[in-house]
């Protein structure tokens, strides 16, 4: 999945999960689509070149999403944010993994989405603050299964070791 597909696909579960955003939250949900959607539109003309991740993340990140859907179907708004945090996590990491590698122009394209991933980052964290005191069970179980999940990709789907080396890295810049 090229990284223009993946943030089309954030888009699509964004725009779900602004059907039961809290009223709080509505303008932030609404701006970081409006961001992901430039990501897209980026990555497809300006950076359409530009393979971001290693096999591993982009399967890994394939099943995030799939549990992001799972989240946003239960319209757990914790749960949607935890699993939020963490692809936006490993899409930083991603980016600065790559971004010593990149030319100038290129690396300040990516300078502007990685600060939209910052602040996208910071919201989730915000709101996680605000249910602080159910917030922490759900978010240790959203990333107990990402973890399960990154394992069970990398040990079952025949990857390279240079491959598993390489999404070990970045996962370790994500955490």
């Not at 699509?12 to 959607?37: C, G, M, N, T």
């Amino acid at each position: 999945m090229r990284v223009y597909k993946r943030e089309e696909r954030g888009v699509e579960l964004l725009k779900q999960l602004l059907v039961f955003a809290p009223e709080h939250a509505k303008d932030d949900v609404s701006l970081q689509i409006v961001d992901e959607r430039r990501h897209a539109f980026l990555f497809e003309t300006r950076l359409k070149d530009l393979d971001i991740d290693c096999e591993g993340m982009k399967k890994n990140l394939r099943s995030l999403y799939d549990l992001a859907q799972t989240y946003v179907n239960e319209k757990d708004w914790v749960n949607c944010i935890a699993i939020q945090a963490v692809i936006e996590e490993l899409a930083m990491a991603s980016f600065g993994h790559a971004y010593q590698k990149l030319d100038g122009a290129t690396q300040e394209v990516l300078r502007g989405i990685i600060a939209d991933e910052t602040r996208h980052l910071a919201f989730c964290f915000d709101e996680m603050k605000r249910f602080d005191g159910t917030a922490h069970e759900k978010i240790a179980s959203v990333h107990e299964r990402v973890i399960s999940i990154m394992r069970d990709v990398g040990n079952y789907s025949g990857y390279t070791l240079e491959e598993k080396k390489e999404a070990v890295m970045i996962m370790k810049k994500a955490y």
